[in-house]
Structure formats: structure tokens, C-alpha cells
């Protein structure tokens, strides 16, 4: 397993903290934390110049659209931050911290830290800490019902053999856990539920804002076939299902690490090669 400088792990650490800030609406410490973060990620490599020029645009627009949230602007800074969250911009230099099959059926796998991914996250956070939210929760049967859709698409992905029981305690659980916590979990709950379930929910039915993002969180893993699409996006309605249980972002990302820890730890992970 590949070890991380002392300023890349501060870079990340500060990252980690401006999310947190961010996603309790806490904007000053995130906005701090966020310029602080990504001139200790300069400093160490991680953040590049046209990454750090990127990077720049990019908060300059989340801060326009307070005094011009005109539509078009609005559709600029979507397109931006997706186009960090997936790696299409240059400038990053996200670290590799172990690579290899996590058990011997296992396909291929590689943990990053993605700067970008997060940096992308945060601006988005910091947007939605004004945001309003939807006045109607739907209680807690609703996250049960979320939390029961989660365990029976881990048993239809064994059951259609994308997954097979291969239980395991990895040496990089805890790098991978505070990836997924904060730079995967976190990061897509912010989009696909407290942006575009909370942003249609507002101007439709509860029921259609939930399938419409469920949707799109399972197109956006389309990458991994059909089936894999299909999963993610009966995933999604259990996310989608415990986020509107009370509004509270933090316990959809919950149960997103609480899924993927699950499958990490119990099946082959990410799928059977």
C-alpha cells in the first residue's frame, strides 16, 4: 500500500473538514477550509497550475451565481463540476493508494484519492448550504423501506452473479473507508439527493423526484454495463427513500458507506471479473 506525504495528507484532511462544514451548512468554515486545503494540495503536488486555474474558475463561479443565478450560468457550473468529479479536466494529480483484486475472483481495482472529485463536492455543498428544503418528510417507515431496498440489491447482484460471497478485512479498509466517506458517499448523496431529489421535490411530487434521481444515479454507472446501471439504480431509491425519510443529507450518505462497506467487506469487490 503506497503512504502519502505529510502536506498531501493536511491537503486531504482540511478537504475532509470543509466537506463536513459544508454539508452542515456551515459555510464560512467550508469556504476556509476549501482556499486553505487547495494551497496545501498546490504546495504538494496534488493540485497542479492548470489544475489550481481550473480549480479557480470554477469557485469563481459558485460565487457569481449568488449575485447572477441566471439559468445558463447555472447549467456552466453543473457542466464544470461534473467535469471534475470525473476526472475530465487536467491539472490533478490524485494518489494511488493500493491497486490489485480484492480477493482472487475479484476484477481489477485501484483506490485513489480524488482531489477533484471532493473539491467538486464542496463547491457544490457550499451552493447548497442557502438552499431551501422540502417541507414534507416522509418518516422513518420510509428510510426502513430504503434500508430493506439496499440489502435485496446486494442479494439480486449475488443472485444474477455480478457478486459472489467472498468476505474479507483488507490492509487499506481505512484509507478506502475515508474515501468512500467523504469523496464517494458524500459527494454523489450532495448531487444525486440534496441537489437534484431536493431541487425536483420542490417543483414536483415526492414520488417523481425520487425515480428522476434514482435514474440518474444509475445512468451515471452505466459505465459498468446494464446490470450495473439497473442495481445502482434501485440503490438509488434506497438512498433516495432514507434521505426523504427526514431530510438529513447526512443519513443517506450513512447508508451509502454502510452499502459499500457491506459489499467490500462481504462480496467480491467491485465485481466478479
Known amino acids: 500500500m503506497f503512504t502519502l506525504p505529510s502536506l498531501t495528507l493536511a491537503a486531504y484532511g482540511l478537504l475532509a473538514l470543509g466537506l463536513l462544514a459544508a454539508s452542515l451548512r456551515q459555510e464560512a468554515p467550508g469556504w476556509i477550509a476549501l482556499i486553505t486545503s487547495a494551497m496545501l494540495a498546490l504546495a504538494a503536488g ?78 457544490l455543498l457550499l451552493n447548497l448550504c442557502r438552499a431551501p428544503l422540502p417541507e414534507r418528510q416522509l418518516g422513518w417507515p420510509a428510510a426502513a423501506v430504503g434500508a430493506l431496498a439496499l440489502l435485496f440489491v446486494l442479494g439480486i447482484a449475488a443472485a444474477v452473479g455480478t457478486i459472489s460471497f467472498a468476505p474479507k478485512w483488507p490492509a487499506w479498509l481505512l484509507p478506502w473507508l475515508l474515501a468512500n466517506c467523504f469523496l464517494v458517499s458524500l459527494v454523489e448523496e450532495a448531487f444525486f439527493r440534496a441537489g437534484v431529489q431536493r431541487w425536483l421535490e420542490l417543483r414536483t411530487e415526492p414520488f417523481a423526484a425520487l425515480m428522476a434521481a434514482s435514474l440518474l444515479f444509475g445512468l451515471a454507472h452505466l459505465a459498468g454495463g446494464w446490470s450495473w446501471m439497473g442495481l445502482a439504480t434501485l440503490a438509488g431509491i434506497g438512498y433516495g427513500l432514507i434521505y426523504a425519510a427526514r431530510r438529513q443529507l447526512w443519513l443517506a450518505v450513512l447508508a451509502h458507506l454502510a452499502f459499500n462497506t457491506l459489499h467490500l467487506l462481504l462480496f467480491t469487490y467491485p465485481k466478479l471479473a
Open 46 to 123: 496534488v493540485l497542479q497550475p492548470l489544475g489550481a486555474l481550473a480549480a479557480a474558475i470554477v469557485a469563481g463561479l459558485t460565487l457569481a451565481l449568488r449575485r447572477h443565478p441566471r439559468p445558463e450560468l447555472y447549467l456552466v457550473w453543473i457542466a464544470a463540476l461534473l467535469a471534475l468529479a470525473v476526472h475530465a479536466l487536467p491539472g490533478f494529480d490524485n494518489p494511488l493508494l493500493w491497486q490489485g483484486r480484492a480477493s482472487p475472483d475479484s476484477a481489477p481495482y485501484r483506490l485513489f484519492w480524488s482531489y477533484d472529485k471532493g473539491f467538486a463536492g464542496l463547491l
